[in-house]
């Protein structure tokens, strides 16, 4: 009605029967007072796509009138009901709302219609005409994430074809990593001083990459410590992990023929506090004095602790971790590092059996694609920027250039 | 100095770490088995009165035979689990382990291929040579550096050539960027030391305000 008083107003300023329009508007101001507040209206619920259901979108157009204090979203189960429950408010300027079904569930494939609810700063109310029905379901497809299941389906192509080539006996080359060839020297420097080998397995857990890559290295080591008489000790901080380092260092003194030396108390569990496992480490490695210390698998703050710790016994330390955090730390510490990629490969070459192999050989062609098309991207992104990828796209009979152009340019630079 | 008992039992434990800085001794010995024996068994009450009990325990009670399938088959996992301790069976442990290993294995890699991979090429796609001259040069920098970092972990050929020219710019991208990194961390943990400081002088002693 505001809405119809400032038209009326504008009449009366401009026209010259002034006093007339004035009485008009007299005569009616009882009624705009009385019916002030007016509805939002075209409100429109629709089911929220790429998800798994139970979520609904509600948007409307905002009052006209004005003096709206907030909106109540008001939602009727049922095709015919008029009763509902309000699932959500928001303030006078808002057109929209997520119906998440937060307190009350939205149940998937069941109609629902939405009603909002204007209220004015003095209670006044004014509902909405309802929105047309609406159902919630579940996506089967979440298509935000289509370039992410393209790289997926590429990555796992190139591996499935890389193993089938290794299966053939075509040989695998993998260049040598400093950090793997120095680790048999370094059990034997152990070996020769009569101390143990010392190996932390990361704070991740066993189904995180860096730990996997890192309890491959520990079968190694274990293996060459078992064959060079050499107590192998592993605290850990996953409780999960514990029982997988246990299993893998009987496994690998089984496999040296040394099972008699196998200690299950050497692969124990500390504790799952950081830096409560970083001091109990320090105390172990002062106390122990190991000769060589392994460090491989994801740390977090508490790795300065250790290394320095490890460092400051004369010990020799090879170390590799995923986490850019704390490879600055790892490389001032230790003699020889593995930098984040260089870890997964190790674990894979002392795997030494195709699948493995070909694992390396999957990231490299991965790489590859991918060094070709950041550049690619790079390049269309400064035909758009000089005007010159709307008169390519016309040049290749795309139908409608200029939208085209846009859709590129919003995929390289503002989603996926 | 303060009077409160708690202030005063964090004190002496945070002299007893400290103490781990002239040698190894007694006192950090304690504290650190102390600290162990703690962690430990909060870490057991936690998951105790906040995972077991309320979302096994309490509706496998509720509704006994009539609960969710779910949690049987979480009760059959900790069953496979707990026959590691079992010598006749405990292979059987094995299933639990490789239960969790590939769902959690499963829902890791989406997560990974969009955080790890997706989402850095596209910020590197993305990045525009049409502005400033500083902001065109630390655009070549990014991108350079991308991909000879990129390079310097290319396993399948010897860093030999054109190859190893590049991994070695790889390198050093590295290793500028492994610097920045350090001392930026480096200050946050002498922050770390600021704040024990703080503690002991002001909190425990009073000596400052």
Not at chain 1, 199 to 219: D, E, K, R
Not at chain 2, 11 to 35: M, Q, W, Y
Not at chain 2, 112 to 134: L, R, W
Request: charged residues 15%.
């Amino acid at each position: 009605m505001r809405w119809a008083a400032t038209t009326l107003y504008k009449i009366y300023v401009r026209s010259n029967c002034q006093t007339m329009v004035f009485f008009v508007l007299l005569a009616i101001s009882p009624g705009l007072s009385a019916h002030g507040l007016a509805p939002a209206h075209n409100v429109t619920a629709q089911d929220e796509p790429d998800d798994g259901g139970g979520v609904i979108q509600v948007r409307w157009e905002i009052s006209e009138s004005g003096g709206v204090a907030r909106y109540e979203i008001i939602r009727m189960k049922g095709a015919g009901a008029t009763d509902g429950i309000v699932v959500g408010v928001r303030n006078g300027a808002q057109d929209s709302f997520l119906d998440e079904g937060d307190e009350h569930a939205i149940e998937n494939d069941v109609d629902y219609r939405y009603t909002v609810r204007a209220v004015g700063a003095d209670g006044e109310t004014a509902d909405s005409e309802p929105s047309a029905q609406v159902r919630a379901s579940a996506s089967w497809l979440d298509t935000t994430l289509a370039a992410n299941m393209v790289a997926v389906i590429v990555f796992a192509a190139m591996f499935f074809v890389l193993v089938m080539r290794g299966r053939r006996g075509k040989p695998l080359y993998i260049r040598p990593i400093d950090a793997l060839e120095a680790m048999d020297d370094a059990v034997g420097r152990a070996a020769e001083m009569g101390r143990p080998v010392f190996y932390a397995p990361g704070l991740h857990s066993v189904t995180q990459p860096a730990t996997v890559a890192s309890i491959g290295l520990l079968s190694r080591v274990a293996e060459k410590s078992a064959r060079l008489h050499t107590r192998i000790m592993v605290p850990n901080y996953d409780p999960l992990t514990w029982p997988v380092a246990q299993e893998v260092v009987r496994q690998s003194f089984i496999k040296a023929g040394r099972q008699e030396e196998y200690d299950p108390d050497d692969i124990s569990y500390l504790t799952s506090r950081s830096f409560t496992y970083a001091a109990a480490v320090a105390g172990m490695i002062v106390r122990e004095k190991p000769a060589t210390n392994f460090l491989f698998g994801h740390f977090y703050s508490e790795f300065l602790i250790l290394a320095e710790t490890g460092a400051a016994t004369g010990a020799l330390q090879i170390g590799g971790t995923d986490s850019t955090a704390q490879l600055p730390f790892f490389i001032t510490t230790c003699d020889k590092t593995m930098i984040g990629e260089e870890l997964f490969a190790a674990a894979a070459i002392v795997g030494d059996d195709p699948i493995s192999r070909s694992t390396v050989k999957a990231h490299d062609w991965f790489k590859v694609a991918l060094m070709v098309l950041i550049p690619t991207g790079i390049a269309v992104g400064m035909l758009a920027d000089f005007g010159m990828l709307e008169e390519l796209l016309h040049g290749l009979g795309v139908g409608d250039p200029a939208a085209a152009a846009s859709g590129i340019v919003e995929a390289l630079r503002g989603g996926r | 100095m303060s009077t409160d008992p708690y202030i005063w039992v964090a004190a002496i434990l945070t002299l007893g770490v400290f103490s781990f800085l002239l040698r190894d001794n007694p006192f950090f010995c304690a504290v650190e088995h102390l600290l162990v024996g703690l962690s430990t068994g909060y870490m057991f009450c936690t998951y105790w009165h906040n995972v077991f009990v309320p979302e096994l325990v309490t509706p496998l009670w509720e509704h006994g035979a009539g609960s969710e399938a779910h949690l049987w088959a979480v009760v059959g996992i900790c069953f496979l689990w707990a026959c590691k301790y079992v010598e006749s069976v405990k292979d059987l442990s094995r299933l639990a382990l490789a239960f969790w290993l590939s769902i959690d294995l499963g829902l890791a890699i989406p997560t990974e291929m969009e955080a790890g991979v997706i989402a850095q090429v596209v910020g590197t796609m993305g990045v525009s040579f049409n502005g400033p001259v500083e902001e065109i040069f630390g655009n070549v920098v990014l991108v350079g550096g991308t991909l000879a970092a990129l390079t310097y972990f290319f396993f399948s050929k010897a860093h030999k050539g054109v190859v190893g020219a590049t991994a070695k710019v790889g390198t050093w991208v590295l290793m500028i960027g492994f610097g920045a990194s350090f001392s930026y961390i480096l200050l946050s943990r002498i922050a770390l030391l600021i704040g024990r400081l703080l503690f002991l002088l002001r909190d425990w002693l009073g000596v400052i305000h």
